[in-house]
């Protein structure tokens, strides 16, 4: 359980914070940059909608983005 709540903050955090994918997704569909897309603009909120889906996913893939992902969150903070 511990694992895919990492999983999903790691994943989540990456996705806002680093790759800003939310910012490629607005210019593409131009959405004014000041309106929010939630969950996918949101680390808590993004985070708590994987946590589900990962719920229901194999054990091997949650793994699996728990180590790449927290990898980069840590290199993230370390840099």
Known sequence: MLTII????FFAYYFVNVARIIYFIKK????????????FDCVTCLSVWMAVLFYFM??????????I???GFIGQKIK
């Open 58 to 67: 194999p054990f091997e893939f949650v793994q699996f983005i728990c180590v």
């Open 6 to 9: 990492l999983a999903a903050f």
């Open 28 to 39: 593409v569909w131009q959405i004014p940059f000041e309106k929010r897309i939630k969950p």
């Open 69 to 71: 992902f927290g990898a």
